[in-house]
């Protein structure tokens, strides 16, 4: 059976439209599906290197900790952790605090600069500096800081 069109050509029996239909349709979701397939690979790539990531940050401050001097109270044995930045906390509450955002909570000075340990970006790594350099690095930035007021 032909069907005339509107150009007064003849056409394909419609099922073979449908078929041509269906092709495209195979081939937007093979499309969908390989982008899909795309995306969460790159997806788990960063996420993966993003725990890495922290992994060594954290075991970089676990070394730095270890360098921190700590104190004991007399009064009601409490241990007291002194940063190097003069600032003293309570050693169970600040110890957490710095293994997972390695800066002192006041003025944000990174306990890893001053010890040396530089996260460098492009190699996903940590370096540790001479400790004389990576300590003016870390208090340079909290020189020029006003003081806090409220």
Request: charged share 25%; glycine share 4%.
């Amino acid at each position: 059976m032909k069907l005339s069109t509107d150009n007064g050509r003849q056409g394909d029996h419609p099922a073979g439209g449908q078929r041509h239909q269906g092709r495209h349709r195979n081939l937007l979701m093979v499309i969908s599906l390989a982008w899909l397939v795309f995306y969460y690979i790159q997806r788990f790539r960063y996420l993966h290197a993003k725990d890495r990531l922290s992994k060594r940050l954290c075991c970089a401050a676990k070394k730095a900790l270890s360098k921190i001097p700590v104190k004991s109270l007399k009064t009601d044995d409490r241990t007291l952790r002194s940063l190097p930045c003069r600032h003293d906390f309570h050693k169970n509450c600040i110890d957490p605090w710095l293994l997972e955002h390695r800066t002192c909570p006041m003025c944000k000075m990174d306990i890893l600069k001053y010890y040396g340990f530089v996260f460098t970006g492009s190699q996903e790594s940590i370096l540790q500096l001479d400790v004389e350099e990576a300590r003016s690095r870390a208090l340079s930035p909290a020189r020029n800081r006003q003081p806090l007021t409220l």
